[in-house]
Structure formats: structure tokens, C-alpha cells
């Protein structure tokens, strides 16, 4: 389903990975659950479609929506993971943000309705039904 709507929304969903654990259920029995956020640019690298062909043909990257330009910007910067990271300017913040917002509207089709302000009440509410 997900390559499907990606390439609906002109995109290439090029890999992911998807994490399951296990939970009892009420009488004991293990139940699969999956575990963490799917389809998301932190577990998933898209490609923009329209672009691919011509720009591999050419010996170039393709147009990517994932977190690969954040690692890309680090080693830029020296950092290969090892001691203290490079301060992250409210420029590049906002141009990770962007890209976050593009790849989540072009997904959805919707437009993101951003929330300003303390978000604490929202996350408990969101989580009120699960227990840790």
C-alpha cells in the first residue's frame, strides 16, 4: 500500500523498515503489534519520480525526501558520529522542517495544520490509552 500511494503522490518509496515487537494479550496470548511510526522520512527514504530516470541516466543523485541531506550535511560539517555534533542553525531547522512538511502533504494530500504552543496536553491525551 505504501509504494502504491507514494507513486500516486509522484513518489519512489525506495526502502523502509517497519518494527514489530509482541504483547500479551488478555489471555496470554502474544499478539504481533507494530511498534514504531511507518512510511515516515526517519524510516523510509522517498525518491521524487518524475526526476529518477533522467537524473541516475546522468550520472546524478536522485531527488531524495529522507534524512540522508541531514547526514550529508553533518559529514560536510566533520561529523562521522563521534563526539560533539555541529549546532544545528535555525536556517537548516527550518529547511528540515520544509522538507518534512512537503513529504508529509504530498502523502496526504493535505495540507499540515501546524499547532503552535506547548503540545504536552495533546501527547498525553495521544497516549492516555496505552500503557508504558
Avoid at 96 to 108: H, L, S
Wanted: hydrophobic share 35%; aromatic share 10%; glycine share 8%.
Amino acid at each position: 500500500h505504501g509504494t502504491m500511494r507514494a507513486r500516486e503522490q509522484g513518489l519512489l518509496l525506495v526502502d523502509t523498515k517497519y518494527e514489530f515487537g509482541l504483547r500479551l494479550k488478555a489471555d496470554g496470548r502474544p499478539q504481533l503489534v507494530l511498534a514504531d511510526e511507518v512510511h515516515t522520512q526517519d524510516s523510509s527514504r522517498y525518491w521524487i519520480a518524475e526526476s529518477y530516470e533522467q537524473r541516475v541516466s546522468q550520472g546524478q543523485d536522485p531527488e531524495m525526501f529522507d534524512k540522508e541531506f541531514v547526514r550529508r550535511w553533518l559529514i560536510e560539517r566533520g561529523y562521522m558520529g563521534e563526539g560533539e555534533p555541529p549546532v544545528i542553525d535555525d536556517e537548516f531547522r527550518v529547511t528540515i522542517a520544509e522538507r518534512y512538511v512537503e513529504v508529509c502533504e504530498r502523502m496526504t494530500g493535505e495540507p499540515v495544520q501546524a499547532e503552535v504552543g506547548p503540545q504536552q496536553e495533546s501527547i498525553k491525551a495521544a497516549l492516555a490509552n496505552y500503557s508504558f
